[in-house]
T-cell receptor
Framework: EAQVTQNPRYLITVTGKKLTVTCSQN?????MSWYRQDPGLGLRQIYYSMNVEVTDKGDVPEGYKVSRKEKRNFPLILESPSPNQTSLYFC??????????????FGPGTRLTVL | QKEVEQNSGPLSVPEGAIASLNCTYS??????FFWYRQYSGKSPELIMS????GDKEDGRFTAQLNKASQYVSLLIRDSQPSDSATYLCAVNTGNTGKLIFGQGTTLQVKP
């Protein structure tokens, strides 16, 4: 089954404790992206990757890191989480990032709470 | 700031009626337009994409795009209670793949 997977699905942690949220897709997609969703603010892009070894900042990159060493994986790293990073996180992927060919498919989401 | 605007709703329609959801966008060079459905606590699910002016139909769903008016809409025919969800309009303007989302319209289909 073609899908985007994320782990963990739920995480409660404390301020300053480094964490990684994994994202993997099995559709051979070039493009991957991370979004966060907050009430009243909607979905906002954190980071994206056009292909392996190429990543760039989205609209809200502060406090996050990413890496893209393999096509299928795009982990999101929070080096020192803070309470304002409490949110619902989605990973998405598409064939390409080019306009007109970029239908993005979303993972199931990770609900993160930082105390 | 590039924006995508949607009426938050809720939009309430009776079962079997046509639901009409609207979206406007500010960036005139936008090229790709998408409608996602999101149930509470779940991830966005792509239901329609449209890239050129006019209508695109897929089952009970019709997407309409008018680039001159910077307007995209989604019609849901024969609405069912299972269509009750938040519908997100998303727009892609460049070649970074970034989607700019509207706040979403909550649709309630009443039996």
């Amino acid at each position: 089954e073609a899908q985007v997977t994320q782990n963990p699905r739920y995480l409660i942690t404390v301020t300053g404790k480094k964490l990684t949220v994994t994202c993997s897709q099995n559709m051979n997609h070039e493009y991957m992206s991370w979004y966060r969703q907050d009430p009243g603010l909607g979905l906002r892009q954190i980071y994206y990757s056009m292909n392996v070894e190429v990543t760039d900042k989205g609209d809200v990159p502060e406090g996050y890191k990413v890496s893209r060493k393999e096509k299928r994986n795009f982990p999101l790293i929070l080096e020192s989480p803070s309470p304002n990073q409490t949110s619902l996180y989605f990973c998405a992927s598409s064939t390409t990032g080019l306009a007109g060919y970029n239908e993005q498919f979303f993972g199931p989401g990770t609900r993160l709470t930082v105390l | 700031q590039k924006e995508v605007e949607q009426n938050s709703g809720p939009l309430s329609v009776p079962e079997g009626a046509i639901a009409s959801l609207n979206c406007t966008y500010s960036d005139r060079v936008s090229q790709s337009f998408f409608w996602y459905r999101q149930y509470s606590g779940k991830s966005p699910e792509l239901i329609m994409s449209i890239y050129s002016n006019g209508d695109k139909e897929d089952g009970r769903f019709t997407a309409q795009l008018n680039k001159a008016s910077q307007y995209v809409s989604l019609l849901i025919r024969d609405s069912q209670p299972s269509d009750s969800a938040t519908y997100l309009c998303a727009v892609n303007t460049g070649n970074t793949g970034k989607l700019i989302f509207g706040q979403g319209t909550t649709l309630q289909v009443k039996p």
